[in-house]
């Protein structure tokens, strides 16, 4: 009988124990009741070495009031901690409460921070597979199609090179999009490892110029290299990072588009529409991209890769991407006498130039 009771002690003991360690509520309780207790207990004993029934009657009832007090208040100072444990359930715990302790108003922001981060993953998990969907099957439904009249239809050699041709430029796009996002994959979690040397930055500019050209006489626009410089970089990354900017500016020029050499880095100028929101906003991978620039239809999905891309190739040189729209020169001083202008009905329109840039330290002429 005596060992039951003694086993059932010791167990309750130990679930009391558990329970405490478990729950801020029972050790703040703990905490509490003996901060509260143990003064009066050392004065009780102090005054009456032996203790009497009295005596041990006003300890019990010491120590049945001190955890009493020490239960309310850990709840009063628990209380913000539940109330914000409520919230998170709900989902409305952005809004705080003007009697939240500091510790209460950090782990709010806290967990704003984390729910706009997740958010964020979430809109760029659903923007890559909506890249996925859009981006990939275009250029798959016409390989489709080419594939089918290329093996199905009789076509002369002619028409049947031609119909090659495009296979592959269709099967170059899609390599390209594909590379463009294990790229962004790899760059938004790691660092963009380069290998500098010196290089001359004319012929990175006039490597991506020759590659480009077809692109640019099909479209009828004008593509020019400019500018000499050497500077320490990754040639292949930095290839690889004009060639982005200026794959964009050829889908988007009207007329022309510049690679300039700058006392400062490269430059990558187009007379189109520009950016229909901060580069800050567009540069970010597998974010959901505008589809109306300047009243006209693009392309979305993949559009933030390149400029993701460059950016982050960038900053590896330990520069950053710019942007910036610089309207065309107007002529200044007075006019000639006689001069009379023409209406402005009847003077063209003039170009805007939408230039990013590049900046690279050290660029030696």
Same mark, same amino acid.
């Given at each position: 009988?005596?060992?039951?009771?003694?086993?059932?002690?010791?167990?309750?003991?130990?679930?009391?124990?558990?329970?405490?360690?478990?729950?801020?509520?029972?050790?703040?309780?703990?905490?509490?009741?003996?901060?509260?207790?143990?003064?009066?207990?050392?004065?009780?004993?102090?005054?009456?070495?032996?203790?009497?029934?009295?005596?041990?009657?006003?300890?019990?009832?010491?120590?049945?009031?001190?955890?009493?007090?020490?239960?309310?208040?850990?709840?009063?100072?628990?209380?913000?901690?539940?109330?914000?444990?409520?919230?998170?359930?709900?989902?409305?715990?952005?809004?705080? /409460?003007?009697?939240?302790?500091?510790?209460?108003?950090?782990?709010?922001?806290?967990?704003?921070?984390?729910?706009?981060?997740?958010?964020?993953?979430?809109?760029?998990?659903?923007?890559?597979?909506?890249?996925?969907? /859009?981006?990939?099957?275009?250029?798959?439904?016409?390989?489709?199609?080419?594939?089918?009249?290329?093996?199905?239809?009789?076509?002369?050699?002619?028409?049947?090179?031609?119909?090659?041709?495009?296979?592959?430029?269709?099967?170059?796009?899609?390599?390209?999009?594909?590379?463009?996002?294990?790229?962004? /994959?790899?760059?938004?979690?790691?660092? #963009?490892?380069?290998?500098?040397?010196?290089?001359?930055?004319?012929?990175?500019?006039?490597?991506?110029?020759?590659?480009?050209?077809?692109?640019?006489?099909?479209?009828?626009?004008?593509?020019?290299?400019?500018?000499?410089?050497?500077?320490?970089?990754?040639?292949?990354?930095?290839?690889?990072?004009?060639?982005?900017?200026?794959?964009?500016?050829?889908?988007?020029?009207?007329?022309? #588009?510049?690679?300039?050499?700058?006392?400062?880095?490269?430059? #990558?100028?187009?007379?189109?529409?520009?950016?229909?929101?901060?580069?800050?906003?567009?540069?970010?991978?597998?974010?959901?991209?505008?589809?109306?620039?300047?009243?006209?239809?693009?392309?979305?999905?993949?559009?933030?890769?390149?400029?993701?891309?460059?950016?982050?190739?960038?900053?590896?040189?330990?520069?950053?991407?710019?942007?910036?729209?610089?309207?065309?020169?107007?002529?200044?001083?007075?006019?000639?006498?006689?001069?009379?202008?023409?209406?402005?009905?009847?003077?063209?329109?003039?170009?805007?130039?939408?230039?990013?840039?590049?900046?690279?330290?050290? #660029?030696?002429?």
């Amino acid at each position: 009988m005596d060992l039951h009771v003694a086993t059932s002690e010791t167990v309750s003991r130990a679930a009391f124990v558990s329970l405490a360690r478990q729950t801020l509520r029972a050790q703040f309780t703990l905490l509490i009741s003996f901060l509260a207790f143990l003064p009066n207990l050392v004065l009780t004993l102090g005054s009456a070495p032996t203790l009497g029934w009295s005596q041990t009657l006003w300890i019990g009832v010491v120590a049945l009031v001190s955890a009493l007090s020490g239960y309310v208040l850990s709840g009063a100072l628990l209380r913000p901690l539940h109330r914000l444990e409520l919230e998170v359930g709900q989902g409305t715990f952005a809004q705080g /409460h003007t009697d939240d302790p500091r510790e209460i108003r950090a782990l709010r922001q806290a967990f704003s921070s984390l729910i706009t981060r997740l958010s964020t993953e979430q809109s760029r998990r659903n923007a890559f597979m909506a890249t996925l969907v /859009h981006d990939l099957k275009t250029p798959l439904i016409a390989t489709s199609h080419l594939t089918r009249a290329l093996t199905e239809w009789p076509m002369p050699d002619a028409e049947r090179r031609e119909v090659g041709s495009q296979m592959q430029a269709e099967t170059a796009r899609l390599l390209t999009l594909v590379g463009q996002m294990a790229d962004a /994959h790899r760059f938004e979690r790691e660092e #963009v490892r380069l290998e500098r040397r010196p290089t001359a930055l004319g012929e990175v500019l006039g490597n991506v110029a020759r590659r480009l050209e077809p692109q640019a006489r099909a479209r009828g626009l004008r593509l020019s290299v400019s500018g000499t410089g050497t500077a320490p970089v990754d040639p292949a990354a930095l290839e690889r990072a004009v060639g982005n900017l200026a794959d964009n500016a050829l889908r988007y020029a009207t007329g022309e #588009v510049r690679l300039r050499v700058t006392p400062g880095g490269v430059q #990558v100028q187009d007379d189109g529409p520009g950016l229909s929101a901060e580069l800050a906003d567009l540069a970010q991978p597998f974010n959901a991209q505008p589809t109306t620039i300047a009243g006209q239809q693009y392309t979305a999905g993949s559009a933030g890769l390149g400029l993701f891309i460059a950016r982050r190739i960038s900053e590896a040189h330990g520069g950053e991407l710019t942007y910036h729209r610089t309207p065309a020169a107007l002529p200044t001083g007075s006019p000639p006498p006689g001069f009379n202008p023409p209406l402005p009905s009847a003077s063209p329109p003039a170009r805007t130039w939408t230039t990013f840039t590049i900046t690279l330290p050290e #660029v030696t002429a």
